[in-house]
């Protein structure tokens, strides 16, 4: 090297070291602030292991993995983490479990991690104190294994804090949506004769009930992604509906969502997918599944479909400031006829069904919660021009739909089955129209819709 020019450069050095010079040239990635980690594990259960909740027949093979999908999100305050499980759902105790080992792990605070269920029926619920309360009372229900629970957590929270040590920068925040084609349809619809029903379930066999209107949904998946440049990080979608296909036959799977995820991983090798389900109390497949079990991948390749064309309508932004919040959410534990603690108790003793004792254990373990005056936490990770907000339980998708109008001068992707114990969150019309499914996986009193939509509307404002 020239002297004159090797002199010049240790003079530069010397100079940025001591703060005289600041380097004439920094890229975007030396410029950002945040980075981020993706991880992912295995949470498959063991053989034997209920699926939800001890509603159908528990786990007889592994058809394919249960997995969580995280990131580990630095540089905008304490860290903050989202994850998504391959399972039904987690609740009360077993969801503060969760987030209180993955908040250690990455050394944050545990309302700074937002975790949700993709809520797949041939999975398992977590819930650490209904099943201490069937096991108390030597039921023959049971809903999970509380070894296996601890296991799990800690495979997920030693992934999260593994993966900080190949964080990458963030400069860009990128959002793309997609039509999907033939896949939600809401559980209400009107008939023939033009009177409201309710019975569209998730596999729908009668031709009368698929030939009813779709109904009130939200037909976009939208995809929010994190770059470094030119380079993708990380992709997150989510689209609302119930993920099933058919369920109920011992055979655990991430059934048609876990598919197209798969799918699309192995279009972006180098960018991690992960996928949440969006508000879908109220949402199934049913129009478009007959449950023909040819339907799973049929209804995989839809969903991959829209999350293909999703990435690629992406438009990338610049990061600037990135928030945190969080809202607490109060609900109230239903008290209507065959819901207080006196008959739940009684059924947890007396029900001659297995599902009925596990009910009731779920009921109670939400009464307990509630009566302790413990809120549920509403988190918004926002990006200014996009947000990612995740709400509770089996919210209807009109919760959604909400949290979009909340804030439509921003890109809004809402992830559904957070906290889980409320079972179904409905809108006040499904009380009046008598919505058969508030008849027992149902554990809030009518009158939320006020408090949810007001939460939502605080946790969204900027």
């Given at each position: 090297?020239?002297?004159?020019?090797?002199?010049?450069?240790?003079?530069?050095?010397?100079?940025?070291?001591?703060?005289?010079?600041?380097?004439?040239?920094?890229?975007?990635?030396?410029e950002?602030?945040?980075?981020?980690?993706?991880?992912?594990?295995?949470?498959?259960?063991?053989?034997?292991?209920?699926?939800?909740?001890?509603?159908?027949a528990?786990?007889?093979?592994?058809?394919?993995?249960?997995?969580?999908?995280?990131?580990?999100?630095?540089?905008?305050?304490?860290?903050?983490?989202?994850?998504?499980l391959?399972?039904?759902?987690?609740?009360?105790?077993?969801?503060?479990?969760?987030?209180?080992?993955?908040?250690?792990?990455?050394?944050?605070?545990?309302?700074?991690?937002?975790?949700?269920?993709?809520?797949?029926?041939?999975?398992?619920?977590?819930?650490?104190?209904a099943?201490?309360?069937?096991?108390?009372?030597?039921?023959?229900?049971?809903?999970?294994?509380?070894?296996?629970?601890?296991?799990?957590v800690s495979?997920?929270a030693?992934?999260a804090?593994?993966?900080l040590?190949?964080?990458?920068?963030?400069?860009?925040i990128?959002?793309?949506?997609?039509?999907?084609?033939?896949?939600?349809?809401?559980?209400?619809?009107l008939?023939?004769e033009?009177?409201?029903?309710?019975?569209?379930?998730?596999?729908?066999?009668?031709p009368?009930?698929?030939?009813?209107?779709?109904?009130?949904?939200?037909?976009m998946?939208?995809?929010l992604?994190f770059?470094?440049?030119?380079?993708?990080?990380?992709g997150?979608?989510?689209y609302?509906?119930?993920?099933?296909?058919?369920?109920?036959?011992?055979?655990?799977?991430?059934?048609?969502?876990?598919m197209?995820?798969?799918?699309?991983?192995?279009?972006?090798k180098?960018?991690?997918?992960?996928?949440?389900?969006?508000?879908?109390?109220?949402?199934?497949?049913?129009?478009?599944?007959?449950?023909?079990?040819?339907?799973?991948?049929?209804?995989?390749?839809?969903?991959?479909?829209?999350m293909?064309?999703?990435?690629?309508?992406?438009?990338?932004?610049?990061?600037?400031?990135?928030?945190?919040?969080?809202?607490?959410?109060?609900?109230?534990?239903?008290?209507?006829?065959?819901?207080?603690?006196e008959a739940?108790?009684?059924?947890?003793?007396?029900?001659?069904?297995?599902?009925g004792?596990?009910?009731a254990?779920?009921g109670?373990?939400?009464?307990k919660?509630?009566?302790a005056?413990?809120?549920?936490?509403l988190?918004?990770?926002d990006?200014?021009?996009?947000?990612?907000?995740?709400?509770p339980?089996?919210?209807?998708?009109?919760?959604?739909?909400?949290?979009?109008?909340?804030?439509?001068?921003?890109?809004v992707?809402v992830?559904?089955?957070?906290?889980?114990?409320?079972?179904?969150?409905?809108?006040?019309?499904?009380?009046?129209?008598?919505?058969?499914n508030?008849?027992?996986?149902c554990?809030?009193?009518?009158?939320?819709?006020?408090?949810?939509?007001?939460?939502?509307?605080?946790?969204?404002k900027?």
């Amino acid at each position: 090297m020239n002297p004159t020019r090797r002199d010049a450069l240790a003079t530069m050095v010397a100079l940025t070291a001591s703060g005289g010079l600041c380097p004439p040239l920094a890229t975007a990635a030396d410029e950002s602030k945040l980075t981020l980690a993706t991880f992912d594990t295995e949470i498959t259960i063991p053989i034997g292991h209920p699926c939800m909740g001890g509603g159908i027949a528990p786990a007889k093979e592994i058809v394919d993995p249960l997995l969580a999908h995280g990131f580990v999100l630095q540089g905008a305050g304490k860290p903050v983490v989202f994850v998504a499980l391959d399972w039904c759902e987690v609740r009360n105790g077993a969801y503060e479990l969760f987030r209180d080992k993955i908040a250690k792990a990455v050394e944050t605070d545990p309302v700074r991690v937002m975790l949700c269920s993709l809520h797949q029926h041939d999975a398992p619920i977590m819930d650490v104190e209904a099943q201490q309360l069937l096991e108390k009372h030597k039921a023959k229900g049971a809903i999970c294994d509380l070894a296996f629970l601890e296991k799990a957590v800690s495979r997920v929270a030693d992934a999260a804090k593994t993966s900080l040590k190949s964080a990458r920068p963030v400069t860009h925040i990128g959002t793309g949506e997609a039509k999907v084609d033939k896949v939600a349809s809401n559980r209400r619809y009107l008939d023939e004769e033009g009177k409201v029903r309710y019975n569209r379930m998730s596999a729908s066999r009668d031709p009368k009930i698929r030939a009813g209107e779709e109904g009130t949904i939200d037909a976009m998946l939208k995809t929010l992604s994190f770059w470094n440049g030119d380079t993708a990080l990380c992709g997150l979608s989510a689209y609302a509906t119930h993920p099933m296909s058919y369920y109920g036959r011992g055979g655990v799977t991430a059934d048609f969502v876990g598919m197209a995820r798969k799918k699309r991983q192995s279009d972006t090798k180098g960018a991690m997918q992960m996928y949440a389900s969006g508000c879908s109390g109220n949402v199934t497949a049913g129009k478009y599944n007959d449950g023909d079990t040819a339907n799973r991948a049929i209804l995989a390749d839809r969903i991959h479909a829209a999350m293909s064309a999703a990435w690629k309508a992406t438009k990338k932004t610049p990061v600037k400031d990135v928030s945190f919040r969080s809202v607490p959410l109060t609900l109230e534990a239903r008290t209507t006829e065959g819901f207080s603690e006196e008959a739940l108790t009684k059924k947890l003793k007396d029900d001659p069904k297995p599902f009925g004792q596990c009910l009731a254990a779920l009921g109670l373990s939400w009464k307990k919660r509630c009566d302790a005056g413990k809120p549920i936490d509403l988190p918004v990770l926002d990006f200014g021009g996009s947000v990612i907000a995740l709400l509770p339980a089996e919210s209807y998708v009109e919760y959604q739909l909400a949290a979009q109008k909340a804030r439509p001068d921003a890109f809004v992707l809402v992830a559904g089955y957070g906290e889980c114990g409320p079972g179904y969150i409905p809108i006040e019309r499904a009380w009046k129209e008598n919505d058969g499914n508030l008849s027992d996986w149902c554990w809030v009193n009518p009158g939320s819709e006020k408090r949810m939509t007001e939460a939502i509307e605080k946790a969204l404002k900027k």
